[in-house]
């Protein structure tokens, strides 16, 4: 039997598009017992307001060098200080998207209910909630839940395929620079790679349009009409 298996890091948040791939396999493994980035998306995202876009970063604790060495899943948060935050500049901004109040409940809960530190566990959160509200099945794990060997960085994305079963891996487009194609095929898995182009506009608050933004966008514009444009639906 063909199984379809993805695997990236976790983000914030995360835009249409990460969707997309989860939605598009059959397991969706969260790599991150890998090196933590700074400034990346891993701890924060961009929402739109009637002034342009804006980030929502979660603060973390960075230690000097030391955070250069932690990995993703190690990586906590410096204090609470941000839910409230965050959730009042989304509640102040998205105040009049069509389905805000068919979905601010459940946002709101995350944001102000929760007693994660743990980076990892907070994106897993909001991963979760988010596929429920877009219907996604998909299986989610983590990749320590297998038992990886290997470190060289194409090696173990193969080997992740390899321990999960994988048949086919399918890969975001940026992963191009540095994917060796030839260890999946020596392994017996294809690879695909996700487009993110032409995707549809919808109706957005505060014009001019922009498709990089968080999906909770997307979900407060249009509520159950948001995956009508989305690619993988």
Not at 100 to 112: R, V
Not at 125 to 146: E, P, Q, V
Request: net charge positive.
């Amino acid at each position: 039997m063909s199984k379809r298996v993805a695997i990236l890091q976790s983000n914030y948040i995360p835009w249409k598009g990460y969707f997309d791939i989860i939605n598009s396999v059959d397991e969706f493994i969260i790599y991150d017992n890998v090196q933590y980035t700074k400034n990346d998306w891993r701890n924060r995202n961009r929402i739109k307001t009637s002034s342009g876009l804006q980030w929502l970063t979660i603060p973390v604790r960075q230690k000097g060098r030391l955070s250069l060495s932690l990995k993703i899943n190690e990586i906590k948060t410096v204090d609470d200080t941000w839910r409230k935050k965050h959730w009042k500049s989304i509640a102040i901004n998205y105040a009049k998207a069509k389905y805000f109040k068919n979905y601010s409940g459940i946002f709101e809960n995350l944001y102000l209910n929760s007693g994660y530190t743990r980076l990892s566990d907070i994106n897993f959160a909001f991963i979760k909630a988010i596929n429920k509200i877009l219907g996604i099945n998909t299986k989610l794990s983590w990749s320590t839940d297998y038992d990886m060997r290997e470190e060289i960085r194409t090696m173990r994305l193969v080997e992740l395929c390899t321990l999960s079963e994988a048949t086919d891996y399918l890969s975001g487009p940026s992963a191009k620079g540095y994917i060796d194609e030839s260890a999946f095929q020596e392994a017996n898995i294809a690879i695909t790679w996700m487009d993110y182009s032409n995707y549809p506009e919808y109706c957005q608050l505060f014009p001019p349009f922009e498709h990089s933004v968080s999906v909770i966008d997307l979900i407060l514009n249009e509520g159950p009409n948001g995956t009508k444009y989305m690619k993988s639906f």
